[in-house]
Every structure is written in structure tokens, then in C-alpha cells.
């Protein structure tokens, strides 16, 4: 059973940055795709960014150019560096994974717990 554990979480003023980690307990992480997905209150989770297993990331428009995924297979983790971050970022953040990129985007196997991303004006 694939686990997901995220930390990093917390608060930043706007404009400020925020590094989320999401450690996998599957020994095959390097061949999943990855992705983050964000949650905030009273809206429906949301796709925000995903990685193939080749490095291949996709990005919504609202966070292209401000956030940033990345994987190190050696620590089987992957990152989600948030940068210029606005009030509108303010969600749970959720880790997840699949063994194919179109798995991540659609209905992801395997998801994190979920970490507090809250950001103030």
C-alpha cells in the first residue's frame, strides 16, 4: 500500500513563499506520476499541478509562473515550492499518485492526509 505523508504546511503573508513536501513509501515512486491538488473552504479540491515519472509537469494558469513541483527520486519525495503566494492559495493542500499522469489528473490511486496552506493579506 502506497502512503503519502505531507508536510510544510503553514502561514505566509501575501507575496511570501511556502515549500510543501510530500514523502512516498512505495519503493517505485520514481515510476508514478505526482501531482497536488488543493482544497479551500467551502469549494470543491482542485487539481493545481502534476509531474510525470520523465519530468513532464503540467500547471493551472492561477499558479503557473508562481509554483513549482519537483521530485527527488533518491529521498522518493516530491516538492511543491509556492512562491508569491496570494489569499486565493489559502486551501488544504493534498498530495497524491498514480502510475500514469492521466491517473493523477482524473481520479488519482493513492492521496496524502492534507496540509494547511493559509495565507494572509
Known amino acids: 500500500q502506497v502512503q503519502l505523508v505531507e508536510s510544510g504546511g503553514g502561514s505566509a503573508q501575501a507575496g511570501g513563499s511556502l515549500r510543501l513536501s510530500c514523502a512516498v513509501s512505495?519503493?517505485?515512486?520514481?515510476?508514478?506520476?505526482m501531482g497536488w491538488f488543493r482544497q479551500a473552504p467551502g469549494k470543491e479540491r482542485e487539481f493545481v499541478v502534476a509531474?510525470?515519472?520523465?519530468?513532464?509537469?503540467v500547471y493551472i494558469a492561477s499558479v503557473k509562473g508562481r509554483f513549482t513541483i519537483s521530485r527527488d527520486t533518491d529521498k522518493n519525495t516530491v516538492y511543491l515550492q509556492m512562491d508569491t503566494l496570494e489569499p486565493e492559495d489559502t486551501a488544504v493542500y493534498y498530495c497524491?499518485?498514480?502510475?500514469?499522469?492521466?491517473?493523477?489528473?482524473?481520479?488519482?490511486?493513492?492521496w496524502g492526509q492534507g496540509t494547511q496552506v493559509t495565507v494572509s493579506s
Open positions: 509531474i510525470s515519472w520523465t519530468g513532464t509537469t
Open positions: 497524491a499518485a498514480d502510475p500514469a499522469l492521466a491517473g493523477v489528473f482524473r481520479n488519482p490511486a493513492y
Open positions: 512505495e519503493r517505485t515512486f520514481s515510476t508514478y506520476a
